[in-house]
């Protein structure tokens, strides 16, 4: 089995900054993508960020230029450098591991249980 353990969320004032982290622990042989959604309420999961396992790296139009995904392939972890947030940004964040295969071959993804980030303005 495979667990995420998210943190760094909080609030902040617009303007500000935050960094979030994901860390996968368990059975893990390898894992395709790491990455960042959001939900805000009345919304749908959107996007925010996601990197690749060969770094190649995705971002939502409504963020590029703010915000800054990176991986660390040996520890599993996934981290959204977050910079001059706005009151629009105010979501739960959730991060995500897709294509996890385990050292039994099954291949999966993954979500974390969430994490809130509040911009006040």
């Known amino acids: 089995q495979v667990q995420l353990v998210e943190s760094g969320g909080g609030l902040v004032r617009a303007g500000g900054s935050l960094r979030l982290s994901c860390t996968a622990s368990?059975?893990?042989?390898?894992?395709?993508?790491m990455g960042w959604y959001r939900q805000a309420p009345g919304k749908e999961r959107e996007l925010v960020a996601r990197?690749?396992?060969?770094?190649?790296?995705k971002y939502a139009d409504f963020v590029m230029g703010r915000f800054t995904i990176s991986r660390d392939n040996a520890k599993n972890t996934v981290t959204l450098q977050m910079d001059s947030l706005e009151p629009e940004d105010t979501a739960v964040y959730y991060c995500?591991?897709?294509?996890?295969?385990?050292?039994?071959?099954?291949?999966?993804?993954?979500w974390g249980q969430g994490i809130q980030v509040t911009v006040s303005s």
């Open positions: 990197v690749h396992s060969t770094g190649s790296t």
């Open positions: 995500k591991a897709d294509g996890v295969r385990d050292h039994l071959g099954l291949l999966r993804d993954y």
């Open positions: 368990g059975s893990i042989f390898s894992i395709n993508g």
